[in-house]
């Protein structure tokens, strides 16, 4: 339940995103939560020879003005601290993630005018009783259009980013 249908027509940039299965059941858990709004949050993880590994996420509140359904805001502290316990670690953030709820998981307009270039972008798609779907999403240019990436669950992933 990837959104395969969606990226059917989107450019691949080849990478990967690897995400264990746990912390995609518990993105899965947090959009399923927050419907009708808009849940969101931070990927923590490493570069890694494989593609990007998802380490762990900080999930954020969302403080968007506006409607909370279409829209999404990471909250300035939940960002902050991200920031703050990464710097001098071998992690980094490495993405952002929200749901989209009643909505496809592809990026609307509004995610490609808000994004930060070169990191990835998971978008879970959510309805009134379950996840739709889940794609990952990156731009590599201001203005340039999104392009999706595979996301692999894997098993467990040890702290030194290799999967067990």
């Known amino acids: 339940m990837m959104c395969e249908q969606t990226c059917e ?19 899965e858990q947090q959009a399923v939560r927050a ?24 999930a954020a509140e969302n403080i968007a003005v ?10 300035w502290e939940t960002l902050f601290e991200s920031v703050r316990r990464t710097r001098d670690s071998r992690e980094a953030i490495v993405g952002f993630y ?17 994004a930060w270039i070169d990191y990835a972008y998971l978008i879970v798609g959510v309805s009134r009783v379950a996840v739709t779907g889940m ?3 990156r ?3 201001r203005g340039a259009p999104f392009n999706w990436e595979t996301v692999d669950r894997v098993g467990l992933i040890d702290t030194a980013g290799s999967r067990i």
């Open 135 to 137: 794609a990952c999403w």
């Open 66 to 75: 506006g409607d909370r359904r279409r829209q999404y805001q990471i909250d």
């Open 9 to 27: 027509t989107a450019i691949s940039t080849g990478q990967r995103l690897l995400l264990s299965s746990t912390l995609a059941a518990q993105l």
């Open 35 to 58: 419907y009708p709004y808009e849940c969101c949050g931070i990927l923590i993880g490493v570069h890694h020879e494989a593609g990007v590994m998802v380490r762990r996420v900080a």
């Open 139 to 141: 731009i590599h240019a």
């Open 98 to 114: 929200h749901s989209h709820p009643d909505g496809a998981c592809q990026p609307s307009s509004l995610d490609h005018r808000n």
